[in-house]
Structures are given as structure tokens and as C-alpha cells.
């Protein structure tokens, strides 16, 4: 099993930025897709974005041209970076990868 270790949430007013990090313990290069879910207070945990092996990225349409999902295979990470954040993006951020243990995640309050 990879642990997934996500960081780089906080609060940030609207209209701000934050770049997520997820750090996984071993190798990513078997997974071919991987991804960053979110899930805010009451709801249930939503796909944010994913991205391959061969670069190929998927956004819910909710954060098209806002985020953008990268993965660095050498480093075993994989970031998400946020801008024109809004109120509605507050959730808890999970990494995401096939059959593999959720992280602990990290907070994202998006607030004035």
C-alpha cells in the first residue's frame, strides 16, 4: 500500500489561491490515473480532478479554468493548484489513488 499525505490548505479569501501537495510513500508510476477529491460538511466526497500517466487531466465542471491538476512521477507527488477560489470550493481535499487508503486530507476554507 502508498500512503497519501495531503498539504497546503488553509483559509484564503475569495478570489485567492493555494497549491495542494500530495505526497505519496512510495511510487506513483503504477498508477495510471490519480486524482484530488474533495468533500465539503454534509456532503458526499465529489471528484475534483484527475490526471494519467500521459498527462491527460479531467475537471469537474465546477472548477474548470480554475484548478489544475500535475503530477510529478520522479518525486512521487501530485499537486492541485487553485485560483479564483470561491466559497463553495471549502471541503476537506483528499489525494486520490486506485485501491489505496485515503490520507487524512487537508482543509480548505475559502472565506472573507
Known amino acids: 500500500q502508498v500512503q497519501l499525505v495531503e498539504s497546503g490548505g488553509g483559509l484564503v479569501q475569495p478570489g485567492g489561491s493555494l497549491r495542494l501537495s500530495c505526497a505519496a510513500s512510495?511510487?506513483?508510476?503504477?498508477?495510471?490515473?490519480m486524482g484530488w477529491y474533495r468533500q465539503a460538511p454534509g456532503k458526499q466526497r465529489e471528484l475534483v480532478a484527475t490526471?494519467?500517466?500521459?498527462?491527460?487531466?479531467n475537471y469537474a465542471d465546477s472548477v474548470k479554468g480554475r484548478f489544475t491538476i500535475s503530477r510529478d512521477n520522479a518525486k512521487n507527488m501530485v499537486y492541485l493548484q487553485m485560483n479564483s477560489l470561491k466559497p463553495e470550493d471549502t471541503a476537506l481535499y483528499y489525494c486520490?489513488?486506485?485501491?489505496?487508503?485515503w490520507g487524512q486530507g487537508t482543509q480548505v476554507t475559502v472565506s472573507s
Open positions: 486520490y489513488a486506485p485501491a489505496q487508503p
Open positions: 490526471i494519467t500517466n500521459d498527462g491527460s487531466t
Open positions: 512510495g511510487s506513483i508510476f503504477n498508477f495510471y490515473t
